[in-house]
């Protein structure tokens, strides 16, 4: 149903043409938890006030304001402690080829609640909020889910198969059987259309929606799996392939799949992330719309108190 659309994808870009495909293909909004929004907007504010009132640290670079700290937040009636870093820099070329260690990680649980890291960029004390609430939409859906599920995600054996291949560098076969399995699951997917929500409404230019989803995480996993697919495709003979024998062998021993099945799978979780972009997209528009006509999107509900630390 989506060849003509997935064929365009070429050399890491989607064009202009595919992102109106993309918003044609399905008009229905893609459901955004309004919980999760306003508490990264909470956040947002809080890690603001938090950069601006914290003396500068010694760096080894001058041309980097280094800044760190923490704070504590209640969401869900859950202690979550933020733990920031913070670099400014000069101008945005070095903002974009320096390397930072980025700490930016899953939410993680502790003896007296929950703890995330996030690392923040500036350019001249301008907060690039785009990225960082990106990552941290993510990570807070996953959180909403399992809280309001009561049990960990099914299928998470397999899960943690995938995310072991993903991790394979020396194995780009591998990878790409890990990134197929792993981006498959439909709470990643759920979690990474949050986040390319939240980085669309964040985004220091919104009205380039359709130019700003290209940077999103969610439509460069869109390509590679295009790529992984075709990979996969094209191998002959894969039960001999010495880049595949030994991984194919524990996916049919341990959980009964078969080589044409990630293909299929892959083929599948294509489709319904091109559906979840066009959703995704459509609604950060209709709501960049309204927050421009001055409208209030998402009434505070009182989901996150600030606690000082």
């Known amino acids: 149903m989506f060849e003509e659309l997935i064929e365009q994808i070429e050399h890491d870009e989607i064009n202009n043409d595919i992102i109106n495909k993309i918003t044609r293909i399905i008009n229905e909004e893609r ?6 929004t306003n508490i990264i907007n909470d956040i947002k504010y809080r890690l603001n006030d938090e950069v601006k009132k914290s003396p500068s640290l010694p760096y080894n670079k001058n ?6 700290g923490q704070f504590d937040v209640r969401i ?13 820099f000069i101008s945005e070329y070095l903002k974009n080829k320096v390397f930072i260690n980025n700490k930016s ?9 929950y703890e995330i890291n996030i690392t923040v960029r500036a350019v001249n004390g301008k907060i690039d909020f785009a990225r960082t609430l990106e990552a941290l939409q993510h990570e807070f859906e996953h959180f909403w889910e399992r809280l309001h599920m009561g049990h960990p995600y099914k299928g998470m054996n397999l899960y943690k198969v995938a995310d072991q291949l993903l991790c394979d560098t020396y194995n780009d076969y591998n990878q790409s059987i890990g990134r197929i399995l792993y981006m498959s699951r439909k709470w990643e997917q759920r979690a990474y ?9 964040s985004h220091p230019v919104p009205n380039l929606t359709r130019e700003n989803i290209k940077d999103t995480q969610l439509y460069r996993a869109l390509i590679f799996l295009k790529k ?14 010495p880049f595949l024998r030994a991984t194919l062998s524990k996916l049919r021993s341990d959980f009964g799949i078969q080589y044409e099945q990630i293909i299929t799978i892959g083929e599948k979780a294509i489709d319904n992330i091109v559906r979840i972009l066009g959703r995704t997209l459509s609604k950060a528009e209709n709501d960049l719309s309204k927050k421009e006509n001055g409208e209030i999107l998402f009434p505070n509900h009182n989901y996150i108190k600030m606690n000082n630390s």
Do not use: C
Not at 31 to 36: A, K
Not at 193 to 201: I, K, P, S
């Open 228 to 241: 992984d697919v075709e990979k996969l495709k094209a191998v002959k003979e894969p039960s001999q392939h």
């Open 193 to 201: 259309a949050n986040g390319v929500y939240q980085y669309l409404m």
């Open 63 to 68: 041309y980097i304001t280094f800044k760190k």
């Open 31 to 36: 459901s955004i938890p309004s919980e999760i």
């Open 76 to 88: 869900f009636n859950k202690n979550v402690k933020i733990i920031w870093e913070y670099y400014s």
């Open 105 to 113: 990680g899953q939410l993680r649980k502790t003896i007296d609640g």
